[in-house]
């Protein structure tokens, strides 16, 4: 009986090739499942010597990779997007195939939706002259203008993992709140609407504060471009949390410059890192981040928890979670 059980689990374990990863999240990896058999690569020769046989693979895959692949049924991309596998990799061998696509979807969220807000907050408050000590210690009279949140529209652009999580702050904030998504969504009471991306024109004059949190795919490049900033309210604020491909710097410079709108918050931009002369840099009203909003004390830990369940689901037989409409590219 012991016999026939060890021939068994010899038979169904699945090697899975890891792409880097320090001493904590290989051994955490490995203790997700008796099954698997967790293989670390650091080199691209490696890597394409392991992923011959491999049946797994947690990490961005190549498409030299997904070629060399004999047997591959599953990969797991750590982070949100895609885009960088199925889209902008020069060819669609991964799109194309049978295996299946996971990502790390709804559980960046949290802190990205919360990055969101502190540079939203920084601009309606008026944070920047205060901290560069052009405010005199006690105001009075009209030096500082701070902006009220409660009763304004916002626009999320996206109603996902990190849109959702942005939808229930501004709610919080009591703001009315316009979903955008090219996907039916259930009803959520602190979403007043969600219309298709084919109406994103007819609500943006709605908006006092637009966030993009949509992912990049080819139907969503670029999707907000001069004319978007031009139809957008006077005064109103542009927050961008997703993808930088997403919206057109160099249109925002203009508008900005116009003074038709009152800022911007741009934790993504195209390209990355935003060049240090880019006119979007010379505005004290823009605040420019490093791509860093997805980042917090507890985002590896969740992150982590989604590849360890993906990995036990995927070695007893199981459906996967956070698969990818790979066609879609979310």
């Known amino acids: 009986m012991l016999l026939a059980s060890a021939v068994l689990t010899a038979q169904t374990r699945k090697k899975i090739v890891l792409r880097t990863g320090d001493i904590a999240t290989i051994e955490q990896m490995r203790r997700a499942s008796p099954l698997a058999d967790i293989v670390p690569v650091r080199s691209e020769a490696d890597m394409m010597r392991e992923i011959v046989d491999a049946d797994g693979l947690i990490g961005q ?169 031009d139809l957008m309210k006077q005064n109103s604020y542009f927050i961008a949390s997703s993808r930088g491909k997403l919206f057109d710097n160099d249109a925002l410079a203009r508008v900005i410059d116009s003074k038709h709108l009152a800022g911007a918050g741009l934790d993504v931009t195209d390209p990355e890192p935003l060049p240090a002369n880019h006119a979007l840099r010379q505005f004290p009203n823009v605040v420019v981040t490093p791509h860093v909003g997805s980042r917090s004390d507890h985002s590896r830990e969740r992150m982590n928890a989604t590849i360890v369940e993906n990995i036990r689901r995927f070695t007893n037989g199981l459906p996967l979670i956070n698969v990818v409409d790979k066609r879609k590219g979310y």
């Open 61 to 229: 895959i190549r498409p030299a990779e997904v070629r060399a692949a004999r047997k591959l049924k599953w990969v797991q991309i750590t982070s949100a997007g895609v885009e960088n596998s199925l889209h902008l990799s020069g060819g669609n061998d991964l799109r194309d195939s049978n295996i299946v696509l996971t990502n790390n979807k709804i559980v960046q969220g949290p802190e990205i939706a919360d990055h969101a807000f502190a540079m939203l907050l920084y601009l309606t408050r008026d944070l920047g002259p205060i901290l560069a000590g052009k405010h005199i210690s006690h105001m009075g009279g009209t030096e500082y203008h701070g902006i009220e949140l409660n009763g304004k529209t916002a626009v999320v652009i996206g109603v996902g993992g990190i849109g959702t999580e942005i939808a229930v702050r501004a709610a919080a904030f009591g703001m009315t709140v316009i979903g955008v998504d090219p996907e039916e969504k259930p009803y959520m009471p602190f979403l007043r609407k969600v219309v298709k991306p084919d109406q994103l024109d007819q609500v943006l004059p709605l908006a006092d504060v637009v966030f993009v949190s949509a992912p990049h795919t080819p139907a969503s490049d670029k999707m907000i471009g001069a004319r978007q900033f």
